[in-house]
T-cell receptor
């Protein structure tokens, strides 16, 4: 079964707002986490990743936070734009070569 | 830069027919390669992965098989498709464990 989940299946925000997408994981042995964005009919697109020896990592307009104490991962998108509308997946690498994916959060951005 | 190609983009096949989906990667050597299936509105389920030519690991028992005849070529096959094989099939590559996986644009497979 899936060990990575998301708190909300959908999130609606206004253009310009900051978005926060949350993810909970269950395996404390996981040492690598990654966020993907998937637009309709396309493959997932890598956004940002973080290793378990870090608790924060920033990219362009995005920040990933990792709280190992409560096994929680979040993706923050600053100044959300209509082009950010998509399904967002978190994934973890527990022990092997493969990633375990959550079910996804659909982000809708209205103008 | 690295690129990944999957084809065809869409495929409609009758039950019981064979399947061959191809994935190729350019711009890198000895990548890890992966096949995933995504059901509508769901996350991705890993089907197969490969760390080298001829090395295939299967994650779930199923009606499908995978092969890696060349370093940057990964093929997903079936001898006889089932209705339950319908879905969105995605190929991905990475440089190794704890490295981002990069996905192709997928094949939408419909079984009639």
């Amino acid at each position: 079964g899936e060990s990575v989940g998301l708190h909300l299946p959908t999130l609606s925000v206004q253009e310009g707002d900051n978005s926060i997408i949350n993810c909970a994981y269950s395996n404390s042995a996981s040492d690598y986490f990654i966020w993907y964005k998937q637009e309709s009919g396309k493959g997932p697109q890598f956004i940002i990743d973080i290793r378990s020896n870090m608790d924060k990592r920033q990219g362009q307009r995005v920040t990933v936070l990792l709280n190992k104490t409560v096994k929680h991962l979040s993706l923050q998108i600053a100044a959300t734009q209509p082009g950010d509308s998509a399904v967002y997946f978190c994934a973890e690498n527990q022990a092997g070569t493969a990633l375990i994916f959550g079910k996804g959060t659909t982000l809708s951005v209205s103008s | 830069s690295q690129t990944i190609h999957q084809w065809p983009a869409t495929l409609v096949q009758p039950v019981g027919s064979p399947l061959s989906l191809e994935c190729t990667v350019e711009g890198t050597s000895n990548p890890n390669l992966y096949w995933y299936r995504q059901a509508a509105g769901r996350g991705l389920q890993l089907l197969f992965y490969s760390v080298g030519i001829g090395q295939i690991s299967s994650e779930v028992p199923q009606n499908l098989s995978a092969s890696r005849p060349q370093d940057r070529q990964f093929i997903l096959s079936s001898k006889k498709l089932l209705l339950s094989d319908s879905g969105f099939y995605l190929c991905a590559w990475s440089l190794g464990r704890n490295q981002p996986q990069h996905f192709g644009d997928g094949t939408r497979l419909s079984i009639l």
